[in-house]
Nanobody
């Protein structure tokens, strides 16, 4: 089974930017980013799949976040701009070989360990 390792989290001021990366140990087809804040349910942020030209985004991040894939490097990225304090959370990447384009966490069968993003006000 493919393993996923996230990186790029950290602490930023509100309005700042971060770029998360998710390195897969092998080829993955359907991938997504999720986040979970303390005391809250995990929510889908963005999703894409190989060959998809228009990714899927949660309404709350449209226009500020960009998901992209580098298939040659087996790496998924999430560029996050104009970050808000309420977006402080653990961010996870997830993959599935067959089910794509979903922002529902139960769709995915493989998860990384997460990377913490903290946005200070």
């Amino acid at each position: 089974q493919v393993q996923l390792v996230e990186s790029g989290g950290g602490s930023v001021q509100a309005g700042g930017s971060l770029r998360l990366a998710c390195k897969a140990s092998g080829y993955t087809y359907c991938m997504g980013w999720f986040r979970q804040a303390p005391g809250k349910e995990r929510e889908g942020v963005a999703a894409t799949y190989s060959g998809r030209s228009v990714p899927f985004y949660a309404d709350s991040v449209k226009g500020r976040f960009t998901i992209s894939q580098d298939n040659a490097k087996n790496t998924l990225y999430l560029q996050m701009n104009s970050l808000k304090p309420e977006e402080t959370a653990m961010y996870y990447c997830a993959s599935d070989q067959f089910r794509c384009g979903s922002l529902i966490d139960s769709t995915y069968n493989t998860w990384g360990q997460g990377t913490q993003v903290t946005v200070a006000s």
